[in-house]
């Protein structure tokens, strides 16, 4: 291309840069005699203004040959006042031999049309540089209507072919592609960089139309931005994809200019690609901890791993099954699988997942790909094919026509290991339009099934801790015991945070004189310590309260000072009721309550009617374990036939992001809308819509009903 080589080089002269009347030059080579004056273009134009403009003037006869150069004209061509004998001959001497065919045809072409000409050529000056010339004329006609003489102008473009071949070279020299069309959509320019992305040399290229020699374009947002361009005069600048045979994604931005359009062209495949990439892990990092946080929050072994089919889908693949595996104490006996989650991320192929889990196990063969991966603890993958091989480790029936309709192309069975064993197994497909999962998606399906493997067994352990700690804290709590007309209930409820046994403790049991003691307390604490102490005050209050028959009041203070006598270093809040009934009481169904409050909750009392209310008569007094010589009150209470006391520890009302007086309320709410419930079902229902999932702290509640007509023996319900 001009520009690309140097100015003194033969080379092709560069196309017209703007759409002008062309003008003819003389024959190249043939003779004139001899020099006639210079025509009136000069005068017309005014020689000074020709002057000025550096532009010189010729004029042709074509009949006699005879060809006249002004003085500036001279001068560029470099002929001396004696040198130039008026012939185009000597003109055709001083072109560059490389240009002297292709303005020789210009000029043919001039004639035979009778229009005008414009081309530009170079001069070779005698101890002088080649010089770019660029000559305009028009053919003047005779009386035959024939062309009779050719008049024009040139002047030196030497200067200006040297600005555009420094731009030329810059355009090629750029690492971006850069390709100019005019107002046809013909290329008019492609550098070096526009050949490679565009996959096609300049050659082929300069001089055709884009949307013939691209046409895949047509319809896409490339089309789009060049028309909005071209329609707009305003810059356009977008990203997009641009179909086979390029394949690939540019970054655009497209100008117009007077003579078209010039578009720049970046690849960013590998940007998106390394993007798309960065993204993919980061989503993948982003999974395996939203898969640590989700197995956590729950200790329910089952439940926790079951959450992985909808968080691995889509990540990891198209879908999944969860399948658990059940260990036997004994080690010869076989482990047994259940399918326990799945997912797929199409919801309309999802019942089909459904119904091929809830078959595939009973129709697995013995060289399955989820035996393999159960038999050998190791990742087993089926990296195409899936469909077929899954089915061949299918007995015929349900489970393999299913599979054959979700068409999974590859897939991976990955084992949770947890302390030595397989827990659980996890079965990942993707569809054949995904492929098989990526060495990087592998390695953190491998990380998430760690973690879900220890996730699962900690739950394992933990439920095991706490299934003793729970046996271990009600075999320290003896079943209530109470008279024939009164039903006493109570449910314990151990904290869901920490697999210990905790300090709530209630109990209920006779004196000697046949009255009832019914005690709630709470050890300040939630370790072995507290239960211990719990323990300790629990025997503590029954004895002295069976062998001395004091009030409430009485055996709270003696018990406190058994406490700083013994140096029992805890505190603890209790609640002593003891229920007085007379002969006559209990034919009526009545009860006196008589009670002392050493800093807990006070009880709520159902009526017969329904209605609840705090009971209160006087103020509670301090914690045991303040105070060995603190004075103990006592108040009473008549219970009427169908009344309900129920007494409870401070984890039933007390939350972390409400108000012991806001979990009061909701509490009298709750016992308002049960108030005509059988005594266990209420106690169930007062645990089930206070208390959340996951109680913070363990809580007791303690329910005693007076029941004439319903006599029972009194029960507590684990």
């Not at 009778?114 to 010089?131: K, M, N, S, W």
């Not at 990087?440 to 220890?454: F, H, M, N, S, Y």
């Not at 169930?684 to 329910?703: E, G, K, Y």
Request: with cysteine.
């Amino acid at each position: 291309m001009p520009g690309s080589r140097s100015d003194l080089e033969p080379s092709e002269p560069t196309a017209p840069t703007a759409a002008a009347p062309p003008v003819p030059v003389p024959r190249v080579g043939e003779p004139a005699p001899v020099a006639a004056p210079a025509p009136s273009l000069a005068s017309a134009l005014g020689s000074g203004a020709v002057e000025s403009a550096q532009i010189g003037t010729y004029a042709w006869d074509l009949t006699t040959g005879e060809l006249a150069l002004d003085e500036q004209l001279m001068a560029v061509f470099g002929f001396g006042s004696d040198e130039f004998d008026g012939t185009i001959g000597a003109v055709g001497e001083r072109l560059h031999p490389h240009d002297r065919p292709r303005v020789a045809r210009a000029f043919e072409l001039a004639v035979e049309s009778q229009g005008y000409l414009e081309i530009e050529f170079r001069v070779l000056v005698p101890h002088g540089d080649a010089r770019w010339v660029l000559a305009r004329g028009r053919l003047v006609q005779g009386g035959d209507g024939r062309p009779a003489r050719a008049v024009g102008a040139a002047f030196d473009a030497t200067a200006r072919q040297q600005g555009e071949a420094r731009t030329a070279r810059l355009l090629e020299a750029m690492p971006t592609a850069f390709f100019s069309v005019d107002a046809e959509w013909r290329f008019t320019y492609v550098n070096s960089e526009a050949e490679q992305l565009l996959r096609r040399p300049r050659e082929e290229l300069l001089g055709g139309t884009l949307w013939e020699l691209f046409p895949e374009t047509r319809g896409t947002e490339f089309e789009t931005g060049y028309l909005r361009a071209a329609h707009t005069g305003e810059t356009v600048g977008f990203e997009a994809h641009h179909p086979a045979p390029l394949d690939a994604i540019f970054e655009v931005r497209a100008w117009p200019g007077p003579d078209g359009l010039a578009v720049y062209l970046q690849d960013v495949t590998e940007r998106h690609r390394a993007q798309r990439a960065s993204e993919h892990s980061a989503r993948l990092e982003r999974l395996k901890a939203q898969v640590t946080d989700r197995l956590t929050e729950t200790l329910d072994a089952e439940q926790s791993v079951s959450r992985l089919a909808t968080l691995l889908v889509p990540t990891l693949a198209d879908w999944c099954i969860v399948t658990v595996v059940d260990h036997a104490d004994d080690p010869a006996t076989p482990p047994v699988m259940r399918d326990v989650g799945f997912a797929h991320r199409d919801a309309r192929l999802l019942p089909l997942v459904a119904r091929y889990a809830g078959r595939r196990l009973e129709s697995l063969r013995d060289d399955s790909y989820v035996e393999r991966s159960l038999r050998t603890a190791q990742v087993v993958e089926v990296r195409s094919g899936a469909t077929e091989a899954v089915r061949a480790v299918l007995a015929p029936g349900e489970a393999r026509d299913v599979l054959t309709r979700l068409a999974p192309g590859s897939g991976a069975v990955l084992p949770l290991r947890g302390r030595g064993r397989t827990l659980a197994l996890v079965s990942l497909f993707n569809g054949p339009g995904r492929g098989p999962m990526t060495r990087q998606e592998l390695r953190a399906a491998q990380d998430i099934a760690g973690r879900a493997g220890l996730a699962l067994d900690n739950a394992r352990l933990y439920r095991q801790q706490r299934h003793l700690a729970e046996e271990l804290q009600r075999s320290l709590l003896a079943e209530p015991a109470g008279p024939e007309h009164v039903q006493i209930v109570a449910r314990y409820v151990p904290a869901a945070e920490a697999a210990e046994v905790g300090g709530d403790w209630y109990d209920a049991f006779p004196q000697r004189n046949g009255d009832t003691v019914v005690v709630i307390g709470d050890v300040l604490g939630h370790d072995s310590a507290a239960a211990a102490t719990m323990g300790q005050l629990r025997a503590a209050l029954r004895g002295i309260a069976v062998a001395t028959g004091a009030g409430p009041a009485e055996l709270l203070g003696v018990v406190d000072q058994t406490m700083h006598t013994l140096r029992t270093p805890t505190m603890a809040t209790a609640f002593v009721a003891r229920l007085e009934h007379s002969c006559e009481q209990a034919a009526r169904g009545e009860a006196t309550v008589r009670w002392s409050n050493a800093g807990h909750p006070s009880p709520l009392l159902i009526g017969p009617d329904g209605t609840v209310e705090d009971v209160v008569g006087v103020r509670p007094d301090l914690l045991l374990g303040v105070d060995p010589d603190a004075t103990r009150s006592e108040a009473t209470r008549t219970l009427q036939p169908g009344a309900t006391l129920v007494l409870f520890t401070d984890g039933l009302v007390e939350r972390r992001d409400e108000s012991i007086s806001d979990g009061l309320a909701r509490l009298r709410t709750t016992l308002e809308e049960l108030a005509g419930r059988d005594l266990d079902d209420l106690c169930d229902q007062v645990v089930a819509r206070m208390l959340p999932s996951r109680p913070q702290d363990d809580v007791v509640v303690l329910a005693l009903r007076l029941d004439p007509v319903r006599a029972r023996a009194p029960e507590v319900v684990r």
